[in-house]
């Protein structure tokens, strides 16, 4: 059964740095693209980054460019998130997402979220 | 940016059939998708196309997506339903949800 295993939430200050990770299993990894997205307690969806299969593509949501920094090492089935200057409105349940590519492409499999509070 | 509007509660009863609305400029003319969060939950796709339904989603939910519209029915609702919706889109590179809807069975 495909898993996404996501790690390394936490609580955090304004303006610190956090790097979550997501371990992928029983799927080729290296063949999928991922995403994160991210939901603040009691608050909806909102998207935050893709990176393509390959790392030849990433992509931001405008609420982080510039301070997120998405990257995967195909190697070791694990996805990533460098979150610099973290702000409390960066406070949210971070969940990793496999892109499945259909006529247009979806998430088909979600991790479980990992928790960043970001607060002095 | 792109932006789409969901209304933030429906109810239902029970054997009922309910549908929850998602509109976007021009939304037809993009692929819609819907996604259902149980209570302490991860989100799991029950829509996907606009219409098609991914292996081990039930008849019950459909979905349709027309002009600056897209809705998710779901017939004979079940108290397993109850959770929060969300549709989402593609808008350029970027994927952009729907604020969410709450379902309550009643």
């Known amino acids: 059964q495909v898993q996404l295993v996501e790690s390394g939430g936490g609580v955090v200050q304004p303006g610190k740095s956090l790097r979550l990770s997501c371990a992928a299993s029983?799927?080729?990894?290296?063949?999928?693209?991922v995403h994160w997205v991210r939901q603040a307690p009691g608050k909806g969806l909102e998207w935050v980054a893709a990176?393509?299969?390959?790392?030849?593509?990433?992509y931001y949501a405008d609420s982080v460019k510039g301070r997120f920094t998405i990257s995967r090492d195909n190697s070791k089935n694990t996805l990533y998130l460098q979150m610099n200057g973290l702000r409390a409105d960066d406070t949210a349940f971070y969940y990793c997402?496999?892109?499945?590519?259909?006529?247009?492409?979806?998430?088909?499999?979600w991790g479980q979220g990992t928790l960043v509070t970001v607060s002095s | 940016s792109y932006e789409l509007n969901q209304p933030p509660s429906v109810s239902v009863s029970p054997g009922q059939t309910v549908s929850i609305t998602c509109s976007g400029g021009k939304l037809g003319d993009k692929y819609t998708c819907w996604y259902q969060q149980r209570p302490g939950q991860s989100p799991a796709v029950v829509i996907y196309e606009d219409n098609k339904r991914p292996s081990g989603i039930p008849e019950r939910f459909s979905g349709s997506n027309s002009g600056d519209t897209a809705t998710l029915t779901i017939s004979g609702t079940q108290a397993m339903d109850e959770g929060d919706y969300y549709c989402?889109?593609?808008?350029?590179?970027?994927?952009?949800f729907g604020g969410g809807t709450k379902l309550t069975v009643l």
């Open positions: 029983e799927f080729t990894f290296s063949l999928y693209s």
């Open positions: 989402q889109a593609w808008d350029s590179s970027t994927v952009v």
């Open positions: 990176i393509s299969y390959d790392e030849s593509k990433k």
């Open positions: 997402a496999r892109e499945v590519v259909t006529a247009i492409p979806y998430f088909d499999y």
